[in-house]
């Protein structure tokens, strides 16, 4: 089975602090996505990465940047933490390719800032 | 841009009974879609994806979808709820540019 793995479930961050959401694949994956999920808005893709050192931006890029040193591993930086960034944050990652290729999901990472 | 509609926040329906959850989706070229389930806490589990064939797709759980090209949807369907099926269920499509749009999100509860 792909396992994604999120290794903190429960943050809590200061306004200003910097913060990072670590994710790690174990299926060597070439893509790997970052969301955020808020209620009633869905899934929002924030950036994607489809290679070593390679990111793109999604959707919602703003107040956040990323970084893959590594094919199984993606980071989500919060430069300068705001209360607007409290959220919950899922990492995906998938196959490069085909379409049809489905993304696996972590166990999300739920981030309070106060 | 592609899109994805949940129609419905919210769905109730008794245990025992027939569900489904309204999926309409916006895409140029052909679609490829999916649902997903979250549980409480949790992240986002796969649950089953149409890409060609069949109109009818079966999945995880005894979830299955049928889609329908003229009215572009994409509805998923139980024939039996559980009370362990109450979940948030999403609906996503990804087109040809890779990008993968989610639907809002439809809460499932389903009462004994």
């Known amino acids: 089975d792909v396992k994604v793995t999120q290794s903190s479930r429960y943050l809590v961050k200061r306004t200003g602090e910097k913060v990072f959401l670590e994710c790690v694949q174990d299926?060597?994956?070439?893509?790997m996505f970052w969301y955020r999920q808020d209620p009633g808005l869905g899934l929002r893709l924030i950036y994607f990465s489809y290679d070593v050192k390679m990111k793109e931006k999604g959707d919602i890029p703003e107040g956040y940047s990323v970084s893959r040193e590594k094919k199984e591993r993606f980071s989500l930086i919060l430069e300068s933490a705001s209360t607007n960034q409290t959220s919950m944050y899922l990492c995906a990652s998938s196959i490069q390719g085909a379409l049809g290729n489905t993304i696996y999901f972590g166990e999300g990472s739920w981030l309070t800032v106060v | 841009a592609q899109s994805v509609a949940q129609p419905e926040d919210q769905v109730n329906v008794a245990e025992g009974n027939p569900l489904t959850v309204k999926c309409t989706y916006s895409?140029?070229?052909?679609?490829?879609l999916f649902w997903y389930v979250q549980y409480p806490n949790r992240g986002l589990q796969f649950l089953l994806k149409?890409?060609?064939?069949?109109?009818l797709v079966k999945g995880s759980y005894g979830f299955e979808a049928e889609f329908n090209k003229s009215q572009t949807s994409f509805h998923l369907k139980k024939p039996s709820a559980l009370v362990s099926d109450s979940a948030l269920y999403f609906c996503a499509v990804r087109d040809i540019q890779n990008d993968m749009r989610f639907g809002a999100g439809t809460r499932l509860t389903v009462k004994p």
């Open positions: 299926m060597d994956h070439e893509n």
């Open positions: 895409v140029s070229g052909n679609p490829y």
């Open positions: 149409y890409i060609t064939g069949d109109n």
